[in-house]
């Protein structure tokens, strides 16, 4: 027995050793995309100074795009959301608006509020797609299109957009997002300024707490929710540190299903969005586009770029309470491990470049399957704590690479907020996200990890639907008010702290 005892204290040892193996170098890579995002925010707000939107906007060479806005049941935030669009400071732009066979009276809303007639629109590609029941245009504004369809899930609604878009370019936003004036403007840039990119995301940031008149957020205020404060902070490192750095890198694996444009030609080449007509479902349709992208025109040898724009926004609503929080990280990190399922091939292929010898072990080994090292090892260390095993050393060891290291890295996003863009002027707001950077990783950090491991758990047992989401909608004084559907919370800003996923 003495023998078996001491076996198990060995191997508890050799753990704790490994889970501080894990923490040292999964926050070391944090820091390190924090480090090559800080030098180059400076950079791009060097060169935002020189920059005249004006005219760029009148460019002849801007290219038009086509908005896909797909929508199930988001009837308190429809049409003020296609406000929000309809506002947008573009020279040619159009929008489809798809509605997925609502239950709810999206599509009656809108049509009292736009006055849609029929129309006719003829498809530019054949993906496959649930049937489409009627196309209509707005009388009131031309550019606005909104597409009936039998209900087949986002990936499918947004293929529906993707065959009747005949622009080069489309921009996939969630249809209860707001985004600011300015923002197709600058994330259209890396098309202008690179021929080889092929998609770009922005921004996308929490609208909770702000005041939103006539489709626009007027005034940036923090939350009073708290779990809405830790998510901003959260979206902060995720963007500004963690998707800038990948983006630097040319890694970016990751475009957030809330905000990000394409181009029409290489998205349909490569098949379009997952879905069960196509190449099969994901609650992750975003990131497995990104990651097929990559992999089809590196198996085609065409020469592109997938770029992140830190400055275009897009203003979208967090979860509020803790049953809906839960259930959109366990859906985020389903959709990571079934895309990096599906596209297995590509880890360690030097085939696929950087992308199989970097972003792909990274999001692998250290977001996905470090998950049971990260919760197993706080379990082991209380354990050999509670048996007085560990060493003061080893203790200080951990508590520095698995608590103080994650605070040093929330706090450098607040710092690359205030180089960068300022969105929270006020001095109150800031220090209340400093608070939060010190209170997240004493609970909220390991409540999230808890989500996401079932969430990995989920995608290996083969569960597949988003689940029911609660949705409040905007008001002048900030989203609030009653309201419900199903709709798709589906930021994807991150499933870590400083995350990609």
């Keep these: 027995m003495t023998g078996v005892v001491s076996v198990v204290l060995v191997l508890l040892a050799a753990f704790n050793g490994l889970v501080l193996v894990y923490f040292v170098v999964l926050n070391t890579a944090y820091l390190l995309t924090s480090l090559i995002a800080f030098r180059d925010i400076r950079r791009y707000v060097e060169r935002l100074k020189s920059l005249d939107l004006g005219e760029l906007l009148s460019s002849e060479g801007i290219p038009p795009v086509t908005i896909i806005a797909p929508a199930y049941n988001e009837e308190p935030t429809c049409v003020e959301a296609a406000h929000s669009l309809l506002s947008l400071e573009y020279q040619r732009f159009e929008i489809l608006f798809v509605n997925d066979g609502s239950r709810d009276n999206t599509l009656s809303r809108m049509q009292e509020a736009f006055d849609l007639v029929p129309a006719a629109r003829l498809p530019t590609a054949d993906l496959a797609t649930k049937r489409i029941r009627k196309v209509y245009q707005s009388k009131r504004h031309p550019n606005l299109w909104v597409i009936d369809k039998e209900n087949g899930g986002k990936a499918d609604a947004l293929n529906s957009g993707v065959n009747l878009c005949v622009t080069p370019l ?103 969005y997952a879905s069960p007509q196509t190449s099969g479902a994901t609650v992750g349709e975003d990131m497995e586009l990104v990651v097929r992208l990559h992999r089809y025109c590196r198996e085609h040898k065409i020469p592109y770029r997938i770029s992140f724009v830190p400055d275009p926004v897009a203003w979208t609503e967090c979860p509020e309470t803790l049953r809906v929080l839960a259930r959109q990280r366990d859906r985020w990190q389903r959709g990571m491990a079934e895309s990096l399922m599906r596209h297995r091939r590509m880890l360690f292929n030097p085939r696929y470049g950087r992308i199989g010898w970097l972003a792909y072990p990274y999001f692998l080994f250290l977001e996905t399957l470090g998950l049971l090292v990260e919760i197993v090892g706080y379990g082991a260390f209380v354990l050999t704590m509670a048996l007085g095993l560990v060493s003061y050393l080893h203790a200080a060891a951990f508590l520095m690479a698995a608590f103080v290291f994650g605070m040093v890295l929330s706090i450098a996003a607040v710092g690359l907020e205030e ?26 950090r390991q409540l999230i990890s808890l989500w996401r491991l079932h969430g990995l758990i989920s995608a290996l047992r083969g569960v597949q639907g988003w689940g029911e989401m609660t949705r409040k909608g905007f008001s002048p004084s900030g989203p609030r008010g009653p309201g419900s559907g199903q709709a798709p919370l589906d930021r994807s800003p991150s499933t870590r702290r400083t995350g990609d996923g």
């Design 419 to 444: 180089l960068g863009f300022r969105r929270y002027p006020r001095v109150s707001d800031l220090v209340r996200l400093f608070v939060v950077a010190a209170v997240e990783n004493f609970g909220y």
């Design 170 to 272: 489309f921009c996939a936003v969630d249809a209860d997002s707001l985004l600011e004036r300015d923002a197709l403007t600058r994330i259209v840039r890396p098309f202008l300024e690179d021929r080889r990119t092929i998609a770009a995301g922005g921004v996308i940031r929490i609208v909770n707490g702000c005041t939103v008149s006539e489709a626009r957020v007027t005034e940036v205020r923090f939350p009073r929710n708290w779990w809405a404060r830790f998510q901003v902070l959260e979206y902060l490192r995720s963007f500004l540190a963690g998707r800038m750095g990948w983006s630097v890198l040319d890694a970016t694996l990751i475009i957030s299903g809330a905000f990000g444009v394409f181009r029409r030609e290489t998205v349909v080449a490569a098949g379009g």
